[in-house]
């Protein structure tokens, strides 16, 4: 019996401290990331950003540009930089986006998929680089 009361309160002591560790030991993610760049040329290497590891989101999401130099747009490639620091172009290559805004959810403008966190991330221009993007990460 004496035993049972025992394991009974361990029991209850481990699961109370569990549920008052959760909220502050566990972090959720939040929200996707937003961050501005200015593009480099074709194969290019422009401002290099980080993949957020507080974001719930996984992809590299081309979510506005503006091309400099024309008033259609440009094709954009995500580029990552690998752990021996050559940069590697995402393998969906580069994809068409008018000037504006693009929706995060629209597969289109998916320039990369399941980017570790940590990860460096610029973006290139096919045609010219110094092109104004946001990507959402």
């Not at 939040?30 to 422009?46: D, F, I, K, M, N």
């Not at 503006?66 to 490639?77: K, L, N």
Request: proline share 2%.
């Amino acid at each position: 019996m004496k035993r049972a009361i025992t394991a009974s309160a361990l029991a209850l002591a481990c699961a109370a401290t569990c549920m008052a560790l959760t909220p502050s030991a566990f972090a959720a993610p939040q929200a996707c990331v937003v961050s501005s760049l200015t593009t480099g040329g074709y194969e290019g290497v422009g401002s290099i950003r980080y993949k957020s590891s507080t974001s719930s989101c996984s992809d590299l999401n081309l979510t506005y540009s503006d091309d400099s130099t024309s008033i259609h747009g440009d094709r954009y490639a995500g580029r990552l930089r690998n752990s021996s620091g050559v940069w590697r172009t995402c393998n969906k290559g580069y994809v068409w986006a008018s000037d504006g805004n693009h929706s995060v959810n629209d597969s289109t403008y998916w320039l990369c998929t399941a980017v570790a966190d940590g990860t460096p991330f610029t973006v290139a221009s096919q045609y010219d680089g110094g092109d104004s993007v946001k990507i959402t990460h």
